[in-house]
């Protein structure tokens, strides 16, 4: 048995088979060929031979030309490798005769070199080895399709081990085929570990050299309460684990007590709580765990989740189906944040140094505007069938916001010329989430109806944290006091001038920071669907009275340390379930439960 240590992302615990997902490992489909398709086969076959041979050649002239003679050797021994009759003759033979496709036959090819080479005991033809790998590598990655989606890639529910998981990858998982999910990068707030979350698929993050730690088909344990993962577990462990994961499953289904009841504290102030969604089919499950609508809806992963860019109509009826679900509740969409780790095929995006400070949301979206009106419209016009309010993700300063809301302008002049039916009065925010906007929120806060911190952002970026760092995941922490001094400078601004503020970051899903961001003044809290249960439990199990003092005592301690144990200290002790459950008691007759 091997136990890794890593990151918790998704509570729960999953126990299955392993699958290992390497994205870059060539995809070889196995295909059987008519005779008509023998000679197109063929030559795609030699087509692909040709130009890997060209690509080398170029590859040789450039590292001569810079490293020196020495170093170009090595592409000579795979040119050679690449004209060598051993490979090409047999591929063509199970072309012609076996009748299968180039790929299978050309990797059922070097399979056959590969095992002659393991044979022989020889340093020299060790070496060889790595060369033939290379060029194989090479040949099949332009012949294959390099389709790294896990669903389509996964043969039967397992759990996935793997270095990274895009957000565009992770949003194509399906809770039934994912059982766990492991990667040896990324950070708890992550976007790949907000989608394990949303989909209630228990994961741990930046687990170090977890890929090499397993075999395919090998048992493992994800322990996403603990962020433990054990490859093959002995007996022992795995009968512990089984038991620990029913009561885990009981301990979430008594927490749904609190789906139908307020979130409301003990001395009876209710406070706005919504689920955050990813994929519209999330709604139904924000609903059935109390969200009261959807404070965010992360509207790239239309994008991401697909192969293509919805049209004006498409993402009108997806928004517009949602807000008939959510109302009376209300729908909040946050425009595109594509970029930084979210690159689409549809955006253009080139590779960055520095996605997160790049060419990512607003940015983006103001750079393309025909896009964006399209958005704009769209979100419009569900606007007219329930309570939908827009938001603009990444806003850096004022310039930026006035630019956002004249494209919307221009959408709403659009509609209005064609006629189409929308809300007039349909509320536009903005989400708090870089510091210079935190910094200059009063200004803000004139030129919008309310405003969404998005602490997940705000952090790394306050802090100098990549969010998605497995390395420096140590110091990315919303308990700093100048992340909360921040938030709290937010939060007063907005209210001057009479906005309500609300936290969409994961900060929103933690018990205790809950309590005091409410301390502090925040006016509702969006977070993912399963952790609304827990989060109404820990707003019911304090008055605001005790909120605010708690706030209070730690604005004014100095580390993340000294807060974090005060936090702890304190709210454990008001947040015992008791007090919640006893409320729950006491509830009126009528309520649901
Ligand atoms: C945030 O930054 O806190 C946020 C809610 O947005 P995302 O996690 O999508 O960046
Ligand atoms: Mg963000």
């Given at each position: 048995m091997?136990?890794?240590?890593?990151?918790?992302?998704?509570?729960?615990?999953?126990?299955?088979p392993?699958?290992?997902?390497?994205?870059?490992?060539?995809?070889v489909?196995?295909r059987r060929?008519?005779?008509?398709?023998?000679?197109?086969?063929?030559?795609?076959?030699?087509?692909t031979?040709?130009?890997?041979?060209?690509?080398?050649?170029a590859?040789?002239?450039?590292?001569?030309?810079?490293?020196?003679?020495?170093?170009?050797?090595i592409?000579?021994?795979?040119?050679?490798?690449l004209?060598?009759?051993?490979?090409?003759?047999?591929?063509?033979?199970?072309?012609?005769?076996?009748?299968?496709?180039?790929?299978?036959?050309?990797?059922?090819?070097?399979?056959?070199?590969?095992?002659?080479?393991?044979?022989i005991?020889?340093?020299y033809?060790?070496?060889?080895?790595?060369?033939?790998?290379d060029?194989?590598?090479r040949?099949?990655?332009?012949l294959?399709?390099?389709?790294?989606?896990?669903?389509?890639?996964?043969?039967?529910?397992?759990?996935?081990?793997?270095?990274?998981?895009?957000?565009?990858?992770?949003?194509?998982m399906?809770r039934d085929?994912?059982?766990?999910?492991?990667t040896?990068?990324?950070?708890?707030?992550?976007?790949?570990?907000?989608?394990?979350?949303?989909l209630?698929?228990?994961?741990?993050?930046?687990?170090?050299?977890?890929?090499?730690?397993?075999e395919?088909?090998?048992?493992?344990?994800?322990d996403?309460?603990?962020?433990?993962?054990?490859?093959?577990?002995?007996?022992?462990t795995?009968?512990?684990?089984?038991a620990?994961?029913?009561?885990?499953?009981e301990?979430?289904?008594?927490?749904?007590?609190?789906?139908?009841?307020?979130?409301?504290?003990?001395?009876?102030?209710?406070?706005?709580?919504?689920?955050?969604?990813?994929?519209?089919?999330?709604?139904?499950?924000?609903?059935?765990?109390?969200?009261?609508?959807?404070?965010?809806?992360r509207?790239?992963?239309?994008?991401?989740?697909?192969?293509?860019?919805?049209g004006?109509?498409?993402?009108a009826?997806?928004?517009t189906?949602?807000?008939?679900?959510?109302?009376?509740?209300?729908?909040?969409?946050?425009?595109?944040?594509?970029?930084?780790?979210?690159?689409?095929?549809?955006?253009?995006?080139?590779?960055?140094?520095n996605?997160?400070?790049?060419?990512?949301?607003i940015?983006?979206?103001?750079?393309?505007?025909?896009?964006?009106r399209?958005?704009?419209?769209?979100?419009?016009?569900?606007?007219?069938?329930g309570?939908?309010?827009?938001?603009?993700?990444?806003?850096?300063?004022?310039?930026?916001?006035?630019?956002?809301?004249?494209?919307?302008?221009e959408?709403?002049?659009?509609?209005?010329?064609?006629?189409?039916?929308?809300?007039?009065?349909?509320?536009?925010?903005?989400?708090?989430?870089?510091?210079?906007?935190?910094?200059?929120?009063?200004?803000?806060?004139?030129?919008?109806?309310?405003?969404?911190?998005?602490?997940?952002?705000?952090?790394?970026?306050?802090?100098?944290?990549?969010?998605?760092n497995?390395?420096?995941?140590?110091?990315?922490?919303?308990?700093?006091?100048?992340?909360?001094?921040?938030?709290?400078?937010?939060?007063?601004?907005?209210?001057?001038?009479?906005?309500?503020?609300?936290v969409c970051?994961?900060?929103?899903?933690?018990?205790?920071?809950?309590?005091?961001?409410?301390?502090?003044?925040?006016?509702?809290?969006?977070?993912?669907?399963?952790?609304?249960?827990?989060?109404?439990?820990?707003i019911?199990?304090?008055?605001?009275?005790?909120a605010?003092?708690?706030?209070?005592?730690?604005?004014?301690?100095?580390?993340?340390?000294?807060?974090?144990d005060?936090?702890?200290?304190?709210?454990?002790?008001?947040?015992a379930?008791?007090r919640?459950?006893d409320?729950l008691?006491?509830?009126?007759?009528?309520?649901?439960?």
């Amino acid at each position: 048995m091997k136990v890794l240590k890593g990151i918790q992302a998704s509570n729960g615990i999953a126990i299955g088979p392993v699958y290992l997902h390497d994205p870059e490992e060539p995809w070889v489909d196995y295909r059987r060929i008519g005779e008509d398709e023998v000679d197109g086969e063929v030559r795609r076959f030699l087509d692909t031979l040709a130009s890997v041979a060209e690509d080398l050649k170029a590859t040789r002239v450039r590292v001569e030309e810079n490293l020196g003679p020495d170093h170009a050797q090595i592409f000579d021994a795979h040119l050679m490798i690449l004209g060598d009759a051993a490979l090409r003759e047999p591929t063509l033979a199970s072309i012609r005769k076996d009748r299968v496709n180039v790929e299978y036959a050309f990797w059922l090819t070097l399979q056959k070199v590969r095992r002659q080479f393991d044979a022989i005991q020889d340093d020299y033809f060790r070496a060889r080895r790595a060369d033939i790998l290379d060029v194989e590598r090479r040949v099949l990655s332009r012949l294959c399709r390099r389709d790294d989606s896990l669903p389509e890639r996964m043969t039967a529910p397992a759990i996935v081990i793997a270095h990274e998981l895009t957000p565009s990858n992770a949003a194509r998982m399906k809770r039934d085929s994912v059982l766990g999910m492991v990667t040896e990068a990324g950070a708890a707030t992550s976007h790949a570990s907000i989608i394990a979350r949303g989909l209630e698929i228990p994961a741990v993050v930046g687990v170090d050299a977890a890929l090499a730690s397993a075999e395919p088909g090998d048992t493992a344990i994800v322990d996403g309460n603990r962020g433990l993962v054990c490859i093959r577990p002995d007996p022992d462990t795995l009968s512990r684990y089984r038991a620990e994961a029913r009561r885990f499953t009981e301990l979430q289904k008594g927490l749904l007590r609190f789906t139908d009841v307020p979130a409301e504290t003990l001395d009876g102030v209710r406070v706005c709580l919504q689920g955050n969604i990813e994929l519209p089919e999330e709604g139904r499950s924000a609903l059935a765990y109390g969200a009261e609508g959807i404070g965010l809806f992360r509207t790239e992963y239309l994008y991401l989740a697909g192969s293509s860019l919805p049209g004006e109509d498409e993402q009108a009826a997806a928004y517009t189906r949602l807000a008939e679900q959510m109302a009376p509740h209300p729908l909040v969409v946050r425009t595109l944040d594509l970029g930084g780790d979210k690159l689409a095929h549809a955006s253009h995006a080139t590779e960055e140094t520095n996605p997160f400070l790049g060419w990512r949301a607003i940015r983006h979206s103001l750079a393309n505007r025909d896009l964006f009106r399209i958005q704009l419209r769209a979100i419009l016009r569900s606007s007219a069938s329930g309570n939908v309010k827009l938001m603009f993700p990444m806003i850096s300063g004022v310039e930026e916001l006035l630019e956002a809301k004249s494209v919307l302008s221009e959408a709403r002049a659009e509609l209005k010329r064609s006629g189409v039916p929308f809300d007039e009065d349909c509320d536009v925010g903005a989400v708090i989430e870089v510091p210079s906007a935190a910094v200059v929120a009063d200004q803000l806060a004139r030129e919008v109806n309310f405003f969404s911190i998005g602490t997940n952002d705000l952090v790394q970026y306050t802090l100098a944290v990549d969010r998605g760092n497995e390395r420096v995941a140590y110091l990315y922490d919303p308990y700093h006091p100048a992340v909360l001094r921040l938030i709290k400078s937010v939060v007063d601004a907005g209210h001057r001038h009479d906005i309500p503020v609300t936290v969409c970051g994961e900060m929103a899903a933690d018990p205790h920071s809950c309590v005091l961001l409410m301390g502090m003044g925040v006016d509702g809290f969006s977070a993912g669907p399963r952790m609304v249960p827990e989060i109404k439990q820990a707003i019911r199990s304090v008055t605001m009275e005790e909120a605010r003092a708690v706030a209070e005592e730690a604005l004014a301690l100095p580390t993340r340390g000294a807060i974090r144990d005060y936090l702890h200290g304190a709210l454990t002790r008001m947040q015992a379930p008791s007090r919640a459950l006893d409320e729950l008691e006491e509830e009126p007759a009528g309520v649901e439960r």
